[in-house]
């Protein structure tokens, strides 16, 4: 007996819409259903995360999941909930993008099994760069009316001046491209079930319509959707002041992406948890539980952030990001801070005060740095009484002495000091 795929969507909060005779369809068979996603990037943010955990359940509830990446869709736009049309990428980019995509996704997915439902990824390109516009209208086109299209709500807001620029015609004849991707799979690889999000409902019923009137009443395809996911004050999921969360740790170090999720709200962690982890009802009841009988203690926004760190980086990538913020809100050592790469580094101490010095402001006395070069203190005779009393450290050492030298032996990664006053404040030098 196959796990319920639905059922599971339903408690965790991921399903929005779906057609009439999905379920059942699920509970007969092994259903192979498909998610797109555009190669704008050659990283998925974590707003494309509820779709992949939706291949992720429908893989493990015995479903097969095919994740298609719309090289071809990705040039022209897509109107749904878009302001501009997106830039034209060469094949090179596409192809680099495509398998940069395709690592990230297979932390998710299973794509080296030998069981039937291994994991596929497609590219809509490889069927779209020599259909010839003539056959597009002779064989799509002319299933789908003009009436049909603009009923769809994506395309009325477009029309109705929601946005600056109108609508062009390449991006209207989108969804008759998103559409013919799913007949394509349906014929190519049975493929009856497209996966997306909810401003995806209009395109992903063309497909589906596109299918019956190309194929016969006869034919059924079916589609469900995920809520748009956002935070609890209204506002979009996914962005901070400096961007997109990025899967990518190049893009988004691991200590960055961890302190993402530890730093959302309880009732955005209890949301959160069920989606973006694989943990079941039970435990995320418990730990439901656990969190409102002391709140302080964060636990859902732990557990929340140590799940998706390691689902999406590693467990080494988790213990780094652990010490990295042990070092910024706890005890930590020197040895703790020579260890991070100096991205992540950057990354903490993003905020604190920060001074740049000539090398040739080193092997002096540190009272004259810190007051002269780098004025952390007001005075020499302030930083005496500091130091003094224990309240000074450099890279996490107590200064033991005000006029101790500071040299190229003390940087870390031969270009930054870290000064601490006190138990809160950081300063950060940066040696060039």
């Known amino acids: 007996m196959m796990k319920n795929f639905i059922e599971e969507l339903k408690w965790r909060g991921m399903l929005a819409q779906i057609m009439p005779g999905t379920e059942e369809l699920l509970q007969k068979e092994m259903v192979t259903a498909y998610l797109g996603t555009d190669p704008t990037a050659d990283s998925l943010h974590i707003g494309h995360l509820c779709g992949i955990m939706m291949l992720r359940h429908l893989q493990h509830c015995g479903h097969k999941p095919i994740i298609l990446v719309g090289g071809a869709t990705g040039m022209i736009g897509d109107p749904s909930g878009k302001s501009q049309e997106r830039n034209l990428l060469n ?12 690592q990230q996704v297979s932390k998710f997915l299973d794509f080296d099994t030998d069981a039937p439902n291994k994991a596929e990824m497609v590219n809509n390109y490889d069927w779209m760069k020599n259909f010839t516009f003539l056959d ?9 009316t003009v009436n049909y299209m603009m009923a769809k709500e994506s395309v009325q807001q477009r029309l109705n001046g929601t ?86 740790p190049k893009r988004t170090s691991p200590y960055k992406f961890y302190q993402f999720w530890l730093n959302v ?35 859902l926004q732990k557990r929340l952030a140590e799940e998706t760190t390691i689902l ?27 260890k991070l790469d ?41 930083m ?9 450290s450099l890279n996490k050492e107590k200064l ?5 030298v500071i040299t190229t032996d003390d940087l870390i990664d031969k270009k930054y000091l870290l000064v601490q006053r006190g138990k809160k404040n950081y300063y950060l030098i940066t040696v060039k």
Not at 179 to 196: A, E, S, V, W
Not at 266 to 295: G, M, N, W
């Open 342 to 382: 100096e991205q992540t580094l950057l990354d903490i101490f993003d905020g604190v005060p920060q001074f740049t010095i000539d090398a040739d402001k080193l092997n002096q006395p540190a009272v004259e740095i810190l007051t002269q070069a780098a004025p952390v203190f007001a005075s020499k005779g302030e």
């Open 91 to 102: 094949d090179e980019t596409l192809r680099h993008n495509q398998e940069c995509i395709k």
């Open 163 to 248: 946005a600056r620029d109108g609508l062009s015609f390449t991006e209207f004849t989108y969804q008759l491209l998103q559409g013919y991707d799913f007949l394509y799979l349906y014929q190519h690889k049975n493929c009856k079930l497209q996966l997306g999000g909810n401003d995806q409902w209009g395109n992903m019923t063309t497909g589906t319509e596109l299918i019956r009137r190309t194929l016969g009443n006869e034919v059924e395809t079916f589609a469900l959707t995920c809520p748009l996911i956002t935070k609890s004050d209204g506002k979009k999921f996914g962005k901070t002041e400096s961007g997109n969360i990025w899967l990518d």
């Open 312 to 338: 999406v980086h590693s467990q080494e990538a988790l213990d780094m990001a652990i010490e990295a913020s042990n070092i910024l809100f706890g005890k930590s050592t020197k040895d703790s801070l020579l």
């Open 265 to 299: 709200s309880d009732d955005d962690a209890e949301r959160y948890i069920k989606i973006f982890t694989s943990l079941d009802k039970a435990t995320i009841d418990a730990l439901v539980e656990e969190h409102k009988q002391d709140p302080g203690r964060r636990i």
């Open 384 to 392: 005496r009484k500091l130091v003094q009393g224990g309240g000074v």
């Open 136 to 144: 597009f209208a002779r064989e799509v086109g002319k299933h789908i």
């Open 400 to 404: 033991a002495s005000f006029d101790r």
